[in-house]
Structures are given as structure tokens and as C-alpha cells.
């Protein structure tokens, strides 16, 4: 309890005393609206975006909120023809107060006091049955060397999700575990209420992000399997009706059920309001989620889920072993628990794979959250469910192996956690993430999509590729050539709307130099000879992801040069490798291989 005391304590008077907007590196994505919902409930009392909320914000940040979502009211309520946020009202309202006691350094103190309250949570539910010390090093493992701690400096809805998971849980599960306390604060914990408060938190979560919905289920079926029947169509009906309740305030405030629905836009650069030529209309892109659609799914469930699953697992931007590795230690701890097994945790586990086979399956293209974030955002949430997968723990070393994994795959993330929020596309460049799979089917979704410099990089025209460089090892020099730096390895996501037989790849170098080349699984290895041009030819198999073939070039140098060193007069003080150049091969009729 001291150490979660100290925890929150130095958490709280870093949010207080940090000066949010520089350290931050200003807005970041979804920060825009969550951020615009939470000053307009604090000040306004209200959620219409008006003239006086791009002002606030202009005051804030010195400049418009980039990436907000707005929506035009709907039909019904007070909403028609107003302009709103278009996303979940639920974390910025409870925000709100602490905005208002402290400003924007209240939405990271409210996010301190949740990850204080969630790591308490974990304490409470391993001291139940496992020594004080052991719990309180895992609970700090399970959430401190994972991906979480960096979501707590956006200021988004992640770790409110992230903490009415984790609370929920506590509240269905501790009874399990621990013996009954007749205490007055925590009885209720051992009485059919506190499931009720399970669905209550279920509800919310899922309001805010419905990939929840299914993690109601495990309570459901525990108090059916016990034959308490109207109990666990009470947990449903509670459940079903704090969700509904949410989704109809929504109505009732925009005149629209779905907050991601109706005439919604997303702005950057100019925004409504911001000067008189600036209007909803003729400003922002389109961004509305109104239709199921029917195509992705299934593309997602019939084609792509053996690849999004591999990813999912190992995955180098988003995967569950690097930035959840604490979680993969509860999982390999409940398999080998033998008798200490729970059916509620089997149910549980279960519950947890059906939700990661349906957001791969019904978003195959973006089920890490969209937007190009560090780790997976949708799966950060559901995160939590994993720590109570854990048996009874009679010594520290499962928080060793944890605490040790973790830090080895993330640490660099975590060390400066400002840097890695607001450029997430640095982290993979570094460390064990390098030797990880890059996630094919969502090249567009991939940190680097945030650095339009490295992006989509429009290359040679028969036919045309997209290269979408993974590192700073690769610099274009002209039309067709591209630099790899000396001594090391770079990584290249290619597409193409071509299926390719093969690609050809010329290497020059001023330097005596072994260049290893790897295109789609086929690889070659030269031993270049200096100013000696070598060509190799690799036929490369690829995934298919909305009409675009995806490829990974990577292409490793053993030695390189400094041109300023090596040719007078030169001033390029950069250490280079090789100088590669691609020639792709069309093939008519081509399938995945």
C-alpha cells in the first residue's frame, strides 16, 4: 500500500507541475476532441462545439485542434443543426471536473489517480492469495513494463477504459479468491451487488469503445453455470441497459444514437468557427461509421485472419508478446496452474480470444485502433482481463520474468514516454521490436503513417510502388535510387497494384561491402566489390489488402563510407552503405504464395 501511496503521489505532482502542451509536443489525434469535450462540460456545462471552444483551445495550445471529429446535430433533440464531438462523451465528462480544478493538467492527474486505483485493484486481487510482497511486484509488472503507462500521457479515453475494465473485474472476481470480510467498506465485494457494478463499469466501457461488449459474458455464464438464473439475466439486463442508456443521452444530446454516425468530419489545418470563410461545410474530410461493412469482414474472417492473428501475437508495431508481455507471463502461469484453474477463468481466457478473432475479423485493416498508435490501443483495454487469469504466486519470479521481458521489448518506450506518444513510429526502430514481423495488412495504420516524409513515397511508374520506409537507415537520392546506410539493416513496407513475380535489385557501393537483400520471404547475399555494380533477382509472395500487394524489402549493409571523407569537396557527413535501386516484375496472374 506504500508503494502505490508513493506511486500516486509522484504521478500526481507530475501531472500538476508538467507543462502539458510542450512536453506533450501539442495535440495528438484523438487528444482534439477528447480534449475539446472535456473544457467545453467543464466551462460550458455543455457538449456543442461553438465559436468559444476553438478559442479556448487556440488559447491552450496556441493553435487549432488537429484531428478533431465534429458531427452536425441529427434530426430529433436539441441536436439538429448544431454542431458536436463526434466521439464518446463518457471519459470527458468524467474528466471534466478535474479540468476544472487544474486545466488541461487535470485530465493527467485524473489519469494518475486511475492508474493508482488500477494497480491498488491488482494488489488487492493477488494478496488474496499469494504473500503481500509478490503481489504488489507483479500488480506494478503486470501494468508498469506493459504498454499501458505510455496511454496515460494522452489525453484520451484509453486508460478510463483501461480502469473500468480493471475495476469491473475486481468487483466479479475478488469474491472468488478472497474469504468473506464483514468490514462496511468492502462486504458489499462478497454480495451479488457488486457483479451488478461489474455490468454497471462492463456498460460504460462499451459505451466508450463497444470492442467491450463480449467481456460481460464470462459473468453471465458464471452465474448461470451456478444456476442462479435470474441473477445472471440481471447482470445481462444491467449491462444491456447502462449501454442503451448511454447511447440514447448521445441521442437525446446530438439528436444522433451513434456518435460516429450522421454528418461527421474530421478537420485539419481549419477548422468551423475558427475565422467566418471556415464553416463545417466546406471545411473537413468525411469520416462517418453508419454501415457494417460486409466486404471487410469478409475479407477479415475468410482471408486475412491467419496473418492478423500471427500479428496480433508477435506483431512488431502492435503485438501482445512485446507490448503485453506481462500478460503473455499470466497467460503461461494459468495453463501450467493445473488444479488452481478456475472455470471462470477458462470462460474468461475464452472470451478474451473470441474478442481478438472478432476485431481482427470485423476490422481486418485497422484492429490495432487506427491512427498509427504504439501498441494495440483496441486490445489495451481488454488488456486487464489477463491479470486475473493468475493462480496463486509463491514466489517473485513470474514478476522477474515479467518485469524482465517487458523491459527488454519496451523500456525504451517507457523511458521517455512523451517522445513515444507523440512520434510512435521512433520506437520500432530499436531494440528486440526489430526482429518482430511488420503487420502487412495495415500498412496505412502503421506509426509510420504519421511521418508523411517517410510514407507513401510515390516510386518508379511501370508500375508505380509505394514504399513506406520503416527506419532513418534509407534516405531517396534522385528518381530511383535509394541509400542504405552503413552498417546496418533497413526495412521497407512496398506496395504495389500489381501482384509481382520478382523484383531486381541493383547494388553500388564505393566500399568493399556484403549487402544481404530480402524481398516478400526470398533473400541473396553479395559480397560487393567497390564502384562493381551486382544485381540480384528475388521472387517475393505477398498479401493482398484492399486491392494493394504488400511486400517487406529489407536490405542489410556490413560496412559503408562517409562521402565528405572519401570524395573532396564533398560536405555530406552522412555514414552510407549501398546504393540500391528497384526494378519490379509484373506477373498477370498471381495469388498470395
Not at 440 to 445: A, F, K, P, R, S
Request: net charge positive.
Amino acid at each position: 500500500m506504500l508503494a502505490i501511496g508513493l506511486l500516486l503521489l509522484v504521478a500526481a505532482c507530475t501531472a500538476l507541475t508538467v507543462d502539458v502542451v510542450r512536453t506533450a509536443y501539442g495535440v495528438k489525434g484523438d487528444e482534439a476532441t477528447y480534449v475539446a469535450m472535456a473544457f467545453s462540460v467543464a466551462y460550458d456545462g455543455d457538449l456543442v462545439y461553438e465559436s468559444r471552444d476553438i478559442a479556448r483551445l487556440h488559447e491552450v495550445y496556441e493553435g487549432g485542434p488537429s484531428g478533431i471529429f465534429l458531427k452536425r446535430g441529427g434530426g430529433f433533440g436539441d441536436g439538429d443543426g448544431r454542431l458536436y464531438f463526434g466521439k464518446a462523451y463518457i471519459y470527458s465528462v468524467v474528466a471534466a471536473p478535474f479540468v476544472r480544478i487544474a486545466g488541461l493538467n487535470g485530465m493527467l492527474l485524473l489519469h494518475a489517480a486511475l492508474l493508482a486505483g488500477i494497480i491498488l485493484a491488482a494488489y488487492r486481487f493477488l494478496a488474496a492469495r499469494s504473500p503481500r510482497a509478490v503481489a504488489i511486484c507483479s500488480a506494478l509488472a503486470f501494468y508498469g513494463v506493459s504498454i499501458v503507462p505510455l496511454h496515460a500521457v494522452y489525453l484520451g479515453s484509453e486508460i478510463f477504459n483501461v480502469a473500468c475494465v480493471t475495476f469491473a473485474y475486481f468487483c466479479w472476481c475478488y469474491k472468488e479468491v478472497a474469504p468473506p470480510r464483514l468490514d462496511r467498506w468492502t462486504s458489499w465485494l462478497w454480495r451479488p451487488q457488486s457483479d451488478l457494478v461489474a455490468a454497471v463499469l462492463l456498460g460504460l466501457a462499451t459505451f466508450s469503445k463497444p470492442s467491450h461488449a463480449l467481456l460481460v459474458g464470462p459473468c453471465v455464464l458464471l452465474a448461470a453455470g451456478r444456476w442462479r438464473l435470474r441473477h445472471s439475466a440481471l447482470i445481462a439486463a444491467v449491462f444491456v441497459v447502462v449501454v442503451a442508456s448511454s447511447f440514447a443521452i448521445n441521442a437525446v444530446i446530438s439528436g444522433e444514437l451513434n456518435y460516429q454516425g450522421g454528418d461527421r468530419k474530421i478537420f485539419y489545418g481549419e477548422y468551423p468557427f475558427e475565422h467566418p470563410g471556415a464553416t463545417f461545410d466546406n471545411r473537413g474530410t468525411s469520416m462517418t461509421t453508419n454501415d457494417v461493412d460486409e466486404e471487410a469482414w469478409r475479407v477479415g474472417f475468410l482471408s486475412l485472419m491467419p496473418r492478423n492473428l500471427g500479428y496480433f501475437l508477435v506483431g512488431r508495431h502492435f503485438g501482445l508478446l512485446p507490448f503485453f508481455f506481462p500478460g503473455v507471463v499470466a497467460i503461461a502461469l494459468f495453463l501450467a496452474a493445473g488444479r488452481e484453474r478456475r472455470p471462470w477463468q477458462w470462460s474468461t481466457l475464452c472470451f478474451v480470444a473470441l474478442s481478438v478473432v472478432v476485431l481482427s475479423g470485423t476490422m481486418p485493416y485497422t484492429w490495432s485502433g487506427g491512427g498509427g498508435p504504439a501498441g494495440n490501443r483496441y486490445f489495451l483495454s481488454i488488456y486487464p482481463v489477463l491479470l486475473f487469469l493468475m493462480p496463486p504466486l509463491a514466489s517473485l519470479v513470474p514478476a522477474i520474468v515479467a518485469w524482465a521481458g517487458g523491459a527488454v521489448f519496451i523500456a525504451h518506450i517507457l523511458v521517455n514516454p512523451f517522445v513515444a506518444a507523440k512520434q510512435p513510429y521512433l520506437s520500432p526502430e530499436r531494440g528486440l521490436l526489430r526482429a518482430l514481423p511488420v503487420e502487412l495488412t495495415m500498412v496505412d495504420d502503421l506509426p509510420i503513417a504519421l511521418h508523411s516524409s517517410r510514407h507513401r513515397i510515390a516510386y518508379g511508374s511501370d508500375p508505380e510502388l509505394l514504399l513506406s520506409m520503416l527506419d532513418r537507415n534509407v534516405h531517396r537520392s534522385g528518381a530511383l535510387d535509394l541509400w542504405v546506410a552503413g552498417s546496418s539493416r533497413t526495412d521497407i513496407a512496398l506496395r504495389s497494384g500489381h501482384c509481382l513475380s520478382s523484383m531486381e535489385v541493383t547494388l553500388r557501393s564505393p566500399v568493399a561491402n556484403r549487402i544481404t537483400v530480402r524481398f516478400g520471404g526470398d533473400e541473396a547475399t553479395t559480397d560487393l566489390r567497390p564502384r562493381v555494380e551486382a544485381r540480384v533477382l528475388l521472387e517475393p509472395s505477398g498479401v493482398l489488402v484492399r486491392g494493394l500487394w504488400s511486400y517487406l524489402l529489407s536490405v542489410r549493409t556490413s560496412a559503408g563510407f562517409i562521402p565528405s571523407l572519401l570524395a573532396p569537396g564533398s560536405r555530406d557527413d552522412r555514414f552510407l552503405g549501398a546504393l540500391i535501386a528497384l526494378k519490379p516484375h509484373v506477373e498477370r496472374e498471381c495469388a498470395a504464395r
